[in-house]
């Protein structure tokens, strides 16, 4: 995935709007679906404490669902463009820091065959980080982001190599595994 430029005050703007409408909707649709399957299948009876939990689960449940569709359905429209480019970014960023123990053991070894990648997976894990937390307001770690950074553009300066984001894809963290290293 290629790291793009996003305008911060639209993202948080979408942002907000789809958090609410999400809410909204889901909210809606799980009272209608609760109401629904009670009024089909709850079995009417004097005894006012009848028990429809059952019910309004399925009725969340069913609401849940039926917002996840919708949403899968409206990602590829404009209005979704950043908060879904940042959706994508945070899959990314969460694959290369479960790995991330196994990259740096590589990155501690200059002759390891996969140095390089490592290099380079690191390199965009920071970017990606870094350009996350600018989005997000995070500036008690951006700092450390920072510092982290600089020992791979160092590392990379030293190796006289020039890698940019653009070189990273994910099938590169296929060749880091814990017992590899």
């Not at 140095?115 to 770690?141: E, F, H, R």
């Amino acid at each position: 995935m290629k790291l793009t430029e996003i305008n911060k005050t639209r993202y948080r703007k979408h942002l907000n709007i789809i958090i609410v409408a999400f809410i909204a909707v889901f909210m809606v649709l799980a009272l209608i679906f609760g109401q629904a399957l009670i009024a089909m299948f709850a079995q009417t009876s004097t005894n006012v404490e009848s028990n429809n939990f059952r019910y309004n689960l399925a009725g969340v449940i069913l609401a849940l669902l039926a917002c996840a569709v919708i949403l899968s359905q409206f990602r590829s429209k404009p209005f979704f463009t950043e908060v879904y480019y940042v959706w994508q970014l945070k899959q990314i960023i969460n694959q290369i820091y479960r790995k991330l123990s196994v990259i740096k053991k590589v990155i501690n070894n200059s002759e390891h065959k996969h140095y390089l990648s490592a290099l380079t997976v690191l390199y965009y894990y920071y970017k990606a980080s870094q350009q996350l937390y600018l989005l997000d307001d995070n500036t008690i770690t951006l700092s450390s982001i920072n510092k982290e950074l600089d020992r791979v553009e160092e590392k990379i300066s030293i190796l006289n190599q020039v890698i940019s984001t653009d070189d990273f894809n994910k099938e590169m963290l296929v060749s880091f595994k814990a017992e590899q290293v």
